[in-house]
């Protein structure tokens, strides 16, 4: 688990925009994508954002595997 600062983008001068991850591509949007994920990240947690976009993020289920049957010890 990261801390929060991990994550960063970089716009480049065709339009496209790299994310990385601990200074690691994680990902590069081009087109309509590059400009729904600029508008996004403008307006909300940056970090969050970008998490979500790379799928970088829980998933919610953690609890739901550690109660099943074949997880249980």
Same mark, same amino acid.
């Given at each position: 688990?990261?801390?929060?600062?991990?994550?960063?983008?970089?716009?480049? !001068?065709?339009?496209?925009?790299?994310?990385?991850?601990?200074?690691?591509?994680?990902?590069?949007? +081009?087109? #309509? *994508? $590059?400009?729904?994920?600029?508008?996004?990240?403008?307006?909300?947690? !940056?970090?969050?954002?970008?998490?979500?976009?790379?799928?970088?993020?829980?998933?919610?289920?953690? +609890?739901? #595997? *550690? $109660?099943?049957?074949?997880?249980?010890?």
């Amino acid at each position: 688990m990261g801390r929060p600062g991990d994550f960063g983008y970089d716009q480049r !001068p065709d339009g496209s925009v790299e994310i990385t991850h601990h200074g690691r591509r994680a990902t590069t949007l +081009r087109g #309509a *994508r $590059a400009e729904d994920f600029l508008a996004e990240v403008t307006a909300g947690d !940056p970090q969050l954002v970008m998490a979500r976009w790379t799928g970088n993020y829980k998933r919610g289920n953690e +609890r739901t #595997a *550690r $109660a099943h049957p074949r997880n249980r010890r």
